[in-house]
């Protein structure tokens, strides 16, 4: 793990206008993501104790709720309960350095910097299971359109002229 950086929190006035966002688009895109990276490589086990769970995920920083749940087959969407089976709250920078793996969520547990609230033995289970997959990094690059057209059709990515470099946008200066 690398140093993380100092703890940042969001502004209180960037906080007081995504908490104006609806709640069910943006749960609707984090199940996408989830999805995506690695409802597939969860253990059956895992997939087992999940089936009927209400989850939440809580950036406190920039007071945004995700609620969702597995429904045996992948995560879904759902609305805010009042109590969810297991809710993992921290602000926003911490949860991108969970994402890149730049910190350790015990260290942000101690530190109370995240906090588990609910069953905490499915949050140990989903802890563990998510610590023993082989995830990529969250690196933008991994996303950026070549990186993904280069993933899932190599054959057209090899196709695409090179990128510029940057000194040779700025006519060799660095």
């Not at 960037?14 to 969860?42: C, D, E, H, K, M």
Request: charged share 20%; glycine share 4%; net charge positive.
């Amino acid at each position: 793990m690398m140093a993380s950086p100092a703890p940042f929190t969001l502004p209180t006035p960037v906080g007081a206008v995504l908490a104006r966002l609806p709640a069910y688009p943006g749960s609707v895109l984090l199940v996408t993501a989830i999805n995506f990276a690695l409802a597939r490589q969860l253990p059956q086990d895992v997939k087992d104790l999940l089936q009927g769970k209400h989850l939440a995920i809580r950036v406190r920083d920039a007071r945004l709720a995700f609620d969702f749940s597995w429904n045996g087959q992948r995560f879904v969407p759902s609305s805010a309960q009042a109590e969810p089976d297991l809710t993992i709250s921290a602000n926003a920078q911490d949860f991108m350095l969970l994402a890149q793996r730049r910190q350790d969520p015990d260290t942000l547990f101690f530190n109370r910097r995240l906090v588990m609230e609910g069953d905490t033995e499915l949050g140990l289970v989903v802890k563990n299971a998510l610590d023993a997959l082989e995830l990529p990094v969250l690196d933008p690059s991994h996303w950026s359109p070549r990186a993904v057209l280069a993933r899932r059709a190599p054959h057209l990515a090899r196709q695409l002229p090179p990128l510029p470099t940057f000194s040779s946008l700025f006519g060799g200066r660095p």
